[in-house]
């Protein structure tokens, strides 16, 4: 079964740049779907952050558009999320997902999640 | 934004009650939604998309309902594993959005 599993730095101080990777285990992200990245604050509700297809078209929100980029690198079986000039408020777990059929769709498999931390 | 609500936030109840949780969205999203649950420390779990149709694997007793604005999904008899917070989510259009969570506990 597809699994997906978030690496990266878990604290970071304010005006950094968040960089984490999601490495997709048993699916090659070459061969479809549509790959996400998902944020919950400590005791609060999730955050869609933005998608990616193999293609590399991209769909972000709104909300953090300007600081946000996600990539895919297929050779290596992974995609990225890059936030930068992070703050407080960016702390959170981060979890990368993958979207069913579309963009338009569900989160149908999870990784467990990563929590990063942003403090001076 | 598509921004969804949900009732209640918390709500106390015991093994083999009957328990609803409402979502609403501030516009209309015809069926595209889909139930979460999740556990603490774990990754979300999809439950059901298309506001009733269920995962493969997920009890009978969770159902969905409900178009266009309004939502619900019902546990007919609570289980000691349902204890949880449960999310909606609308994939109507973008930005995908979740309602802010409602925790399940222990009456």
């Known amino acids: 079964q597809v699994q997906l599993q978030e690496s990266g730095p878990g604290l970071l101080k304010p005006s950094e740049t968040l960089s984490l990777t999601c490495t997709v285990s048993?699916?090659?992200?070459?061969?479809?779907?549509?790959w996400a990245w998902i944020r919950q604050p400590p005791g609060k509700g999730l955050e869609w952050i933005g998608t990616?297809?193999?293609?590399?078209?991209?769909y972000y929100n709104s909300s953090l558009k300007s600081r946000v980029s996600v990539s895919v690198d297929t050779s290596t079986n992974q995609f990225s999320l890059n936030l930068d000039s992070v703050t407080a408020a960016d702390t959170a777990v981060y979890y990368c997902a993958r979207q069913r059929v579309g963009f338009y769709d569900t989160f149908d498999v999870w990784g467990q999640g990563t929590m990063v931390t942003v403090s001076s | 934004d598509i921004q969804m609500t949900q009732s209640p936030s918390t709500l106390s109840a015991s093994v083999g009650d009957r328990v609803t949780i409402t979502c609403r969205a501030s516009q209309t999203i015809t069926r595209w939604l889909a139930w979460y649950q999740q556990k603490p420390g774990k990754a979300p779990k999809l439950l059901m998309s298309k506001a009733s149709s269920l995962e493969s694997g997920v009890p009978s007793r969770f159902s969905g309902s409900g178009s266009g604005t309004e939502f619900t999904l019902t546990i007919s008899s609570l289980q000691p594993d349902d204890f949880a917070t449960y999310y909606c989510q609308q994939y109507n259009s973008s930005p995908l959005t979740f309602g802010g969570g409602t925790k399940v506990q222990i009456k």
């Open positions: 048993n699916y090659s992200i070459s061969s479809g779907y549509y």
């Open positions: 990616i297809y193999r293609s590399g078209n991209t």
